[in-house]
């Protein structure tokens, strides 16, 4: 069996991963942030037949947390021979659709016991687990009983979380990417800590001069030029390197042949530049579903299979390769294997689109990848961006998209790259607005030392001016050296200094919108339950009687995406409700809520008091907890999500959401409503989730209000608000609580006014 892993970066991972070995399956790791269509895709082609993640939720998923319940700790007795898979890697392809390298075994122990991360004691594993390089560090270290410092997934983005993990594990052996290490070396924290690193690996992309100058003036480490493409198991070669001006790959590992053949496969001499075949143990079994792929660059020769690398190289005097670049349309972007034919397929597919050519061009300086097509008709770029999120990852999707009215040709009748226009960098620059408060001018100058230019205004964009993941940590990396933390990915997300600057200053602010216009002044403000989403009062503002206008509140968090989710502290709603409601409150204004926004209303009504006049608050069947330390369960919050919506779409009584696939949920949703979330419905429900488990814990200190507070309660126990209101005024409502605001609406509305 072919087993997906998609987890964060913790222990789990690595328990799934033996369990998948052990259980004699071949596992194959997933990005958490590889789009929808890429997951898909990978899972019908690998023929998988289960996909270990965090929730389990859909019929072929299981979740880690109940596997790790299993009791069994007995190895099963699984006979696994040597050729058997043992993991697959999906890299990009020039199709159109990534190809699955076949791993076994064999090929995987090999590797294993000759890298010279073997030598040592601990080793710092910082590379995404779609990269083949984070399973050599785990394989190694499992194998050789070496320490494996795994960074989390805050770590691996933040280069002052990393730092800190580095100065307290103190790591012998560290990975980088050339081009990674020399944003790092930016931030002078790092270069102090990386005085423990004994041996210092350099790949992923070309080996770099200027990173090894840099990096040997902190740390006397040794310092390797590691290569190797996927298909034959990670790394071949591996050279350390002593002189900036003598870089090669050396010789190949131990059970490697490294070879230059001419256009027949046939060996040149030394100095003569050819094709780089790599032979031995360590050569893969090929791309998994794929026989014509596979038969393009795997053979056999002499009884020894090989793989032709696609790598102009030349062998020197004393036996080592010198690569010289690549042969075919394939390169390497900070580190990151890109196929250009994959994204100039997934862009001619768009609609009206005929012909693609995309390339590397210079922007501030950096690599980007630049996009030129023509078409029947205009295209609206920033909807053709939208478009790749769904089909290619992140770093694959072009900085700049330029329609042409006819593409350029050589006589032959190809399309003439050279002669491709050059980025107007200033056409892509909006109109100049300066900043105007601290944390604005912090942003700017940061943008303008990064990006080495003057004027850079608060509405710039961060990847129109060049910006990558690399600028980004060079971003956050200057900040870090002032002592402000910011994660690289508020630069990559929020993009201009503005946006960047709210995050910085903790500005980003509930929103605070009119939903239901009045004939009188009066305002009255809906404050959500637990998940934080206006939607709780979707049908209920319709139906409400009261003459003045209705305010609702939208959790800002609805507007981050999963991952920065997962970084929010708790215990914050509060004074975000608050700081929205007194943009627009009046004296008299009315405070009202549902369920588990009742705590939260009476919080805010004691805040406003301080300042205003309170005209009424409203308490609609909640709890009274001033202190909640246990976070609400994911079971429960599905529990409640599906009964509320069932009850407002008339769902049979036997659905579960949470184990509906999400192709399958649109389905079950108003067309509106689906329509209005451009997300997904499936991404929606996980953020309710998420916001639930944020917003379900607080500490608060018990507070009397002076407002009149009216209290609708389907159970007579919740007198107890009595005891925090000096005019109390307590109704029973014969209702079910978790229909309030949908059929059993009618028993209430008089009251909530």
């Given at each position: 069996s072919n087993i997906l892993i998609m987890l964060p970066r913790n222990s789990d991972l690595?328990?799934?991963?033996?369990?998948?070995?052990?259980?004699?399956?071949?596992?194959?790791?997933?990005?958490?942030?590889?789009?929808?269509?890429?997951?898909?895709?990978?899972?019908?082609?690998?023929?998988?037949?289960?996909?270990?993640?965090?929730?389990?939720?859909?019929?072929?998923?299981?979740?880690?947390?109940?596997?790790?319940?299993?009791?069994?700790?007995?190895?099963?007795?699984?006979?696994?021979?040597?050729?058997?898979?043992?993991?697959?890697?999906?890299?990009?392809?020039?199709?159109?659709?990534?190809?699955?390298?076949?791993?076994?075994?064999?090929?995987?122990?090999?590797?294993?016991?000759?890298?010279?991360?073997?030598?040592?004691?601990?080793?710092?594993?910082?590379?995404?687990?779609?990269?083949?390089?984070?399973?050599?560090?785990?394989?190694?270290?499992?194998?050789?009983?070496?320490?494996?410092?795994?960074?989390?997934?805050?770590?691996?983005?933040?280069?002052?979380?990393?730092?800190?993990?580095?100065?307290?594990?103190k790591p012998e052996v560290m990975e980088f990417t050339p081009s990674r290490l020399l944003s790092y070396l930016e931030y002078e924290e790092f270069c102090n800590a990386i005085a423990c690193a004994k041996c210092i690996v350099m790949g992923g992309e070309q080996f770099s001069a200027k990173a090894y100058t840099e990096v040997k003036q902190y740390t006397d480490a040794k310092v390797y030029n590691s290569y190797g493409p996927t298909e034959i198991t990670i790394a071949s070669n591996y050279k350390e390197i002593t002189d900036a001006n003598n870089i090669t790959i050396g010789k190949a590992l131990d059970n490697y042949v490294t070879e230059v053949r001419d256009i027949d496969g046939k060996l040149l001499p030394e100095g003569v530049i050819g094709e780089l075949y790599i032979g031995g143990v360590g050569v893969g079994k090929g791309y998994y579903n794929m026989p014509e792929k596979t038969s393009e660059v795997f053979l056999t020769i002499d009884d020894i299979p090989y793989y032709r690398s696609g790598d102009y190289a030349l062998e020197t005097a004393d036996g080592e390769i010198e690569i010289k670049g690549r042969i075919d349309n394939q390169i390497k972007l900070r580190g990151l294997r890109i196929e250009i034919g994959e994204i100039e397929s997934n862009i001619a597919n768009y609609p009206d689109i005929k012909q693609v050519a995309v390339v590397i061009k210079k922007i501030s300086e950096n690599d980007h990848l630049c996009a030129y097509f023509t078409a029947e008709q205009e295209i609206d770029t920033e909807n053709l961006k939208e478009y790749l999120k769904d089909k290619l990852t992140e770093y694959m999707i072009p900085t700049v998209f330029m329609q042409l009215d006819v593409m350029p040709v050589t006589p032959s009748g190809k399309t003439d790259t050279k002669a491709l226009p050059e980025i107007d960098e200033q056409s892509l620059k909006v109109e100049y607005v300066a900043p105007t408060t601290p944390a604005e001018q912090i942003i700017v100058k940061a943008f303008e030392h990064v990006f080495n230019q003057e004027k850079i205004g608060i509405h710039d964009d961060f990847t129109v001016l060049g910006g990558d993941s690399l600028t980004s940590i060079k971003v956050t990396s200057l900040l870090a050296s002032q002592n402000i933390t910011l994660s690289p990915s508020v630069v990559m997300n929020s993009k201009t200094p503005e946006k960047i600057a709210k995050v910085l200053e903790g500005e980003f602010k509930y929103q605070v919108t009119l939903a239901k216009k009045g004939t009188t002044d009066q305002n009255m403000f809906l404050i959500p339950p637990v998940a934080g989403s206006a939607v709780a009062y979707s049908t209920f503002i319709p139906r409400l009687e009261f003459e003045g206008n209705i305010y609702v509140i939208d959790d800002f968090k609805y507007h981050l995406t999963i991952e920065e989710m997962q970084k929010i502290d708790s215990g914050t709603a509060v004074e975000k409700y608050y700081e929205a409601i007194m943009e627009v409150f009046q004296d008299g204004d009315i405070i009202a809520a549902y369920s588990q926004g009742c705590i939260f209303?009476?919080?805010?009504?004691?805040?406003?008091?301080?300042?205003?006049?309170?005209?009424?608050?409203?308490?609609?069947?909640?709890?009274?907890?001033?202190?909640?330390?246990?976070?609400?369960?994911?079971?429960?919050?599905?529990?409640?999500?599906?009964?509320?919506?069932?009850?407002?779409?008339?769902?049979?009584?036997?659905?579960?959401?949470?184990?509906?696939?999400?192709?399958?949920?649109?389905?079950?949703?108003?067309?509106?409503?689906?329509?209005?979330?451009?997300?997904?419905?499936?991404?929606?429900?996980?953020?309710?989730?998420?916001?639930?488990?944020?917003?379900?814990?607080?500490?608060?200190?018990?507070?009397?209000?002076?407002?009149?507070?009216?209290?609708?309660?389907?159970?007579?126990?919740?007198?107890?608000?009595?005891?925090?209101?000096?005019?109390?005024?307590?109704?029973?409502?014969?209702?079910?609580?978790?229909?309030?605001?949908?059929?059993?609406?009618?028993?209430?509305i008089k009251y909530v006014k």
């Open positions: 690595i328990a799934s991963i033996l369990g998948v070995l052990k259980a004699g399956c071949a596992f194959i790791p997933l990005d958490l942030k590889f789009p929808k269509e890429r997951i898909e895709y990978i899972y019908e082609n690998s023929q998988a037949d289960y996909i270990i993640d965090m929730g389990g939720h859909t019929p072929n998923s299981l979740s880690v947390e109940e596997l790790l319940e299993e009791e069994n700790c007995n190895n099963p007795n699984i006979e696994i021979n040597p050729e058997d898979l043992a993991y697959m890697i999906y890299t990009s392809g020039s199709t159109g659709k990534p190809k699955g390298v076949m791993i076994s075994h064999e090929n995987a122990c090999n590797q294993t016991q000759a890298n010279p991360k073997c030598e040592y004691d601990n080793l710092l594993s910082i590379a995404t687990i779609a990269f083949d390089t984070s399973l050599e560090d785990i394989l190694t270290g499992l194998t050789n009983g070496i320490k494996i410092i795994f960074a989390n997934d805050d770590e691996i983005l933040n280069i002052v979380e990393l730092t800190k993990l580095i100065e307290e594990e209303s009476i919080m805010i009504t004691s805040m406003i008091e301080k300042e205003r006049k309170v005209g009424k608050c409203i308490l609609i069947d909640g709890d009274l907890v001033f202190k909640e330390t246990e976070p609400i369960s994911r079971k429960e919050v599905f529990g409640l999500i599906t009964a509320v919506f069932s009850d407002r779409f008339g769902w049979d009584d036997s659905i579960q959401l949470d184990q509906i696939p999400p192709e399958q949920l649109d389905e079950l949703f108003p067309e509106e409503m689906s329509a209005a979330i451009p997300e997904g419905i499936d991404v929606f429900l996980e953020k309710i989730v998420l916001i639930s488990l944020i917003n379900s814990v607080w500490d608060f200190k018990p507070v009397t209000i002076d407002s009149h507070v009216v209290y609708l309660s389907t159970e007579p126990k919740y007198m107890e608000f009595s005891e925090y209101a000096r005019d109390f005024e307590y109704i029973s409502i014969e209702a079910d609580h978790l229909k309030l605001m949908d059929s059993d609406a009618d028993k209430i």
